[in-house]
Structure formats: structure tokens, C-alpha cells
């Protein structure tokens, strides 16, 4: 009793005193206030303090004033043994515009606070009013309704008050922390966010290695409806929210691997923590299903499954060989290769999912090989998020990432590989749309011991239970002895794909002297070369063989027969000069291929050496790659082929010095000739 008297006391002479700082001591109403002639502006009360509150009726409006300013309004409400929910409805008897903001808070008849004011900004205004449900046991309580910044005051539109109690009719309450979760007897649950701030935490105990299958489902019910996943410790799993649920009914699912063994907690609410609506249920179906998946845990290069070891023979080795499943969302399942004598090795991968049954629309499979990479050390993932290798352009982060950030420096594969060194991915690539569940790929190896080999889904949220992918992999030195000789791409040639950074790596190749028949090319001075591995590109250099002069130049090509349509072109400088010097069309097989360009003959007129280039020497520089339409529109585009014994041979002669007719010589070299020129 001396503490509810005191806090009258006080509230009453904490009233007084802001009516003294007002100026309306002398007013003949409680409320105080006056108009421009002295006369009171606010309607009469005398609720100012919890000790002469209004008693509030539950289901009925009560009516007030928040007048003057720092007015305070309470009421006294009592609700029924067994109902613990009590929501509170503030209104604002104006159509359009009122000064104030009206907010409340609860308080239990001893005087303690046992609500504050609503959270943030949260009031009452016209056309809009607050209602909130709280969770409260049942017995007698005081609701105090003040405006918001204690600075406004409205004589001329009341505030409505109304309260409700109720039973939450939620049988798993109370469960509103992890130490009072309810625990799973079955697979369908049927609860309610019945107050503001509910959470609804449910445990259920993992026997080992199993995936957690999680369906949450709700009516359209004015909430957002969340949900997560989190282990003994309280680290946090997955989440997922609905976040149109206030307007669209919920139909979350996620299949969720669960580590090991233990004790876990799925915890139901609303997104964030301030809607609720105990009238409309939500179902949540939670299933264990033990993992098909005999590799793992096996989602980060830690726990990679290792194959077995590789050695970079001459030919190729013999495949090593895994099963796995992609058997929950989110699922990347890690492998990790040893591989001896890698220098100027390749690798090449088969990923492919049993296709006996239909794959999941989604499913897509996808590959990424990654290596370390010396220049980043690193404890944790985070620490991989950029590398220290300065780029400007993609190319610059070839074969670690293939991208550059715009913070100047390449971006890796964003994982810590055992050892403590960061990782960069030398290829990470896609199923095609026209099969989603297959990838077959080489890249090129760069001398490192470990290749680690990550198979996921393309967009990381798809998954199957009942489709088993085998990887396959084995490794070969490439026949190719000038490798390496250009800046690998890992893609297609596009625009980021600058003859700069190719000529840095191009190997020298001699010109011979063939006029008069001196030093023409001869079975031994051929340059061979291979196509080995997907989007291999071999950029050769020669300098020029006439300098400061005109001089016909004749290039000398032999493919043999296979699958890669071989492409020449050649570059003055960093300049296109002459494309599809073979002559080649993308197709599935072709016969062996021979012939030469340039030369005399009147049909290769014209392949020559310019006067006109400064530099000494000048470089041009002839590249090779597979035949592939990319031009935007062409849907026959073809497919990057590769094959590590397929070969191809090149030489390059000069065969008569000066512009040999039918080529004339031009201001700007020699050319064909052109009417009206």
C-alpha cells in the first residue's frame, strides 16, 4: 500500500508542477489550460494519477483527452483468471489531422511497469488506430495514455480506449525461450504467434548425420511469419522469412543438413518481433531424414572427401571416381585431389546426376575446381574475401578467380583451404539449360599439390534426395610443351578478353627465310600444339621479317582430324588484323585440314609485312583457339571444344620481299588493289 500511495503522490505533484511551469495553476479544471480569454480549453478529468483512475470495462470504448500537455490519463482494468492475453486498441475520434500522437503503457497494481510504450515511433492517429496484443497473466492492471512527446494536446478530438482479454488458445505456450521449448512427438505442429514478441521454440533431438525437413505454412494473417533453425549453442543454422505474409498466405520449405548428432531448436515468429494475430494458426511440419549421403560432412575443403592420389602421367591417369548427393539445400560437397608433377598438367571432371527419375525443375549441377593461391594467408572464410593480388582486369586474376573487384585487387573463391592459404578458382562453371545435370570440363593445373573440386547446386538452393551424381577425374601432363602461352580465361572470349594480356605470355616462334627457295619450313621446323583443355587459347609472337620494308608472308597449317574446329588469327600489336586464316566451321568432327595463307598465289595475295611499323623489332602475334560464333543473335553458336591429342602444327615463312603483284603498294602498305583507289 506505501508504494501505491507514493506513487500517487508523486504523479500528483509531478502534474502540479507542470501546470505551474504552464501557467495554469489558476485554473478551475483539473486538466488546467486556458483559451485567449482565460476560459478553460479542456475537458474536465480527474485521471491524472492511477490512484483516481477511470475504471475500463473490457470490450467497452472509454473516452478521454490528452489535455494540456504532459496530460496523463489512467484507467483500471481486471481480467478473468485463465485468460493471458490482453490487447489494447488506441484510437483517435478525428478524420484527418490531430496534434497528437496518443501511446500507452501498463503498469500491475503494485506500481511496477509491466509495458513500456510501444516500441519506436509507434502511436495512435486519425483513421489508423494502434492495436497491439501483449502476453500477461490475469489479475488487475493500470493503463496509462499519454502523448507520445509530452509537447502536444488536443481538446477538440477524443482518444478511444478499448481492452480485451483472452485465453491463448496456443497449446504449446509458454515456450517462448530455448529453455522452455516444447519438445516434437510428431511431424504436423499447430500453433499461433499470439502476442507481440512471441516466439515459439520447438526442440527436436538428431541421432547423427540427418536432414531436418522444415514446411511452414499460414494464411494470409497480417504477420510475416519467420522461421530459424539453431543448435544447443544458439548458433544459428538457417532462416527464412515470408516477408509479404501480411498480405500472402506462407509456404516456406527447406531441407536442412544437421551436422551431427544433438539437440536442436526451430524457433516460429513473426519477422520482427512487433505483429501477432492469435486467431489464425500456422503449421509447421518438421521430419528427420537420415542423409543418403555416405561422404558426409563434407561441405567445406576442411572436411573435403579425398580421392585418390593422381600422378600426371604422359597420358592420362586412371579416373578417380565419388558418389555423392546433393541432398539438402544449401548443399556443397567437397573433394580433394592429390596430384604429383602437376607442372603444365590438366584436369579433367565429369560431374553427373542419375537422370532415371526427372531432376527437380531447379537442380543444376555445378562444378568449381580451386587451388591456393601463396599470396593470402588466412585463419578463417572471412579472410578470403579479397586476395592481395592487384588486378585491372579480369584476365589479371586468371586462374584465381578470373575476376577482378573494383577495389583494384582479384577476388578468389572466398574459402581458407587447409594449410592457411586462401583459395582462387581456376574454373567455375555451370550445366548448359540443355542438360542440367551434367558438366564435363578441363582446366589447366599451375604446379600446386591439392586441387579441390566443389560440386553444388547452380543457385545453391536446390537439392534431391533420391538423385546420386558420380564425379570422375583424372589428370594427364599436357602434350602441349609451350605452354603456358596466353593469360587463361575460363570462359568464353568476351569483352575482358584483351590481346594485352595474352602477348605477355606468347611463345617465339621463328620466321623462315623462304625467298628463293633458301629456308623454307621442313618437316622439323613445323610448331606443334594442342587445344587441351576447355577455352585454351596459344598465342605464338614473330617479329617482323622485313623491317622498315613490305615483304609477302605465307602461314602454314595442319590440323589433324578431331573434334576442335582449329581458328587462326593474327594481331598487329594489340590490333585485330587478319581473321579465320584456316577457314574452319564450328561442326561435331572434321577430317584433317591443310593449306596455308598468304603466299603468291592470286586467291593469298596480300599476307605481308608493313613498312610502316616503328619498333625494333616490331611484334605480330598469330593465336589458336577452337571455332565458336559468339556474336549476339546467332543461336547456332557452337560449342568450346578441347582435346588433348588432337594436334595442330603451324609455320610461317617469308616468300618474297617487297609487294608482290597483284598486290599494290598503298600509302598505308601493301594491299589489293581497289576500284576507284
Not at 588 to 604: I, K, Q, T
Amino acid at each position: 500500500m506505501y508504494r501505491v500511495l507514493a506513487l500517487g503522490v508523486w504523479l500528483q505533484l509531478s502534474v502540479v508542477g507542470l501546470l505551474a511551469c504552464n501557467g495554469s495553476g489558476d485554473d478551475t479544471s483539473p486538466d488546467g489550460g486556458t483559451d485567449s480569454e482565460g476560459e478553460s480549453a479542456c475537458p474536465w478529468d480527474d485521471d491524472d494519477t492511477f490512484s483516481t483512475a477511470n475504471a475500463l470495462t473490457l470490450g467497452t470504448a472509454a473516452q478521454g483527452y490528452i489535455c494540456p500537455r504532459a496530460d496523463q490519463d489512467w484507467y483500471a482494468l481486471s481480467t478473468a483468471p485463465g485468460t493471458d492475453l490482453l490487447t489494447v486498441t488506441l484510437a483517435i475520434d478525428a478524420e484527418l489531422v490531430s496534434p497528437i500522437g496518443p501511446t500507452y503503457s501498463v503498469w500491475s497494481a503494485d506500481g511496477a511497469n509491466v509495458l513500456a510504450s510501444p516500441e519506436g515511433s509507434e502511436t495512435a492517429a486519425p483513421a489508423a488506430p494502434m492495436t497491439i496484443t501483449h502476453s500477461l497473466p490475469s489479475g488487475s492492471y493500470f493503463i496509462a495514455i499519454k502523448d507520445r512527446g509530452d509537447d502536444a494536446e488536443d481538446e477538440r478530438h477524443p482518444y478511444l480506449l478499448t481492452a480485451i482479454s483472452a485465453t491463448d488458445a496456443d497449446p504449446f505456450e509458454p515456450n517462448n525461450a530455448m529453455e522452455t521449448a516444447a519438445t516434437v512427438t510428431g511431424t504436423s505442429l499447430v500453433g499461433s504467434i499470439s502476442f507481440r514478441g512471441d516466439q515459439d521454440w520447438f526442440r527436436i533431438d538428431s541421432i547423427g548425420r540427418e536432414i531436418l525437413h522444415i514446411q511452414l505454412t499460414m494464411p494470409v494473417a497480417g504477420i510475416d511469419p519467420t522461421y530459424q533453425v539453431v543448435d544447443a549453442a544458439g548458433n544459428l543454422l538457417i532462416s527464412d522469412v515470408n516477408a509479404a505474409g501480411s498480405i500472402q498466405p506462407t509456404d516456406l520449405e527447406y531441407y536442412q543438413a544437421l551436422e551431427a548428432a544433438g539437440t536442436y531448436y526451430i524457433v516460429i515468429a513473426d519477422d520482427d518481433g512487433l505483429a501477432s494475430n492469435a486467431e489464425v494458426n500456422y503449421t509447421l511440419g518438421l521430419t528427420l531424414i537420415p542423409d543418403p549421403d555416405g561422404n558426409e560432412p563434407n561441405d567445406h575443403p576442411h572436411a573435403a572427401t579425398p580421392l585418390p592420389d593422381l600422378s600426371c602421367a604422359e597420358a592420362w591417369s586412371d579416373w578417380a571416381q565419388a558418389e555423392g548427393y546433393l541432398a539438402s539445400s544449401g548443399d556443397i560437397d567437397w573433394y580433394k585431389i592429390n596430384v604429383a608433377n602437376s607442372a603444365r598438367g590438366i584436369i579433367e571432371l565429369s560431374a553427373v546426376f542419375d537422370t532415371s527419375q526427372v531432376l527437380p525443375a531447379d537442380l543444376q549441377m555445378s562444378v568449381r575446381i580451386v587451388r591456393g593461391v601463396d599470396d593470402k594467408p588466412c585463419a578463417v572464410d572471412q579472410d578470403c574475401h579479397q586476395l592481395t593480388t592487384t588486378c585491372e582486369y579480369d584476365l589479371d586474376c586468371h586462374g584465381i578467380g578470373n575476376t577482378c573487384l573494383a577495389e583494384g585487387v582479384c577476388a578468389g573463391a572466398g574459402v581458407c583451404l587447409p594449410g592457411g592459404t586462401c583459395g582462387g578458382a581456376i574454373l567455375a562453371e555451370a550445366a548448359s539449360e540443355k542438360e542440367l545435370g551434367k558438366v564435363d570440363l578441363t582446366a589447366p593445373l599451375f604446379g600446386e599439390p591439392n586441387i579441390y573440386i566443389a560440386i553444388q547446386d547452380y543457385q545453391g538452393d536446390a537439392f534431391s534426395l533420391g538423385h546420386q551424381y558420380i564425379l570422375r577425374a583424372r589428370v594427364r601432363t599436357d602434350a602441349d610443351a609451350l605452354e603456358p602461352s596466353e593469360a587463361y580465361t575460363a570462359g568464353p572470349a568476351g569483352p575482358d578478353d584483351r590481346p594485352a594480356s595474352h602477348i605477355v605470355f606468347a611463345r617465339e616462334i621463328p620466321v623462315h627465310n623462304c625467298v628463293d627457295g633458301v629456308d623454307c619450313c621442313s618437316a622439323d621446323t613445323w610448331i606443334s600444339g594442342y587445344l587441351s583443355y576447355k577455352y585454351d587459347q596459344d598465342w605464338y609472337a614473330y617479329q617482323h621479317p622485313c623491317p622498315g620494308a613490305d615483304c609477302m608472308v605465307r602461314v602454314l597449317y595442319e590440323f589433324d582430324a578431331g573434334n576442335v574446329d582449329q581458328y587462326l588469327r593474327v594481331f598487329r600489336g594489340t590490333s585485330a588484323w587478319f581473321d579465320n586464316l584456316s577457314d574452319t566451321v564450328d561442326q561435331a568432327s572434321h577430317d584433317a585440314v591443310s593449306g596455308y595463307f598468304g603466299g603468291l598465289d592470286p586467291a593469298d595475295y596480300c599476307f605481308y609485312a608493313y613498312s610502316g611499323h616503328e619498333g625494333e623489332p616490331f611484334w605480330y602475334y598469330l593465336t589458336v583457339r577452337d571455332t565458336i560464333y559468339v556474336s549476339e543473335g546467332n543461336e547456332e553458336h557452337g560449342t568450346w571444344d578441347w582435346n588433348a591429342d588432337q594436334a595442330y602444327r603451324i609455320c610461317i615463312e617469308k616468300v618474297a620481299e617487297g609487294c608482290h603483284p597483284p598486290c599494290e603498294l598503298y600509302d598505308d602498305g601493301c594491299g589489293t588493289p581497289v576500284q576507284d583507289k
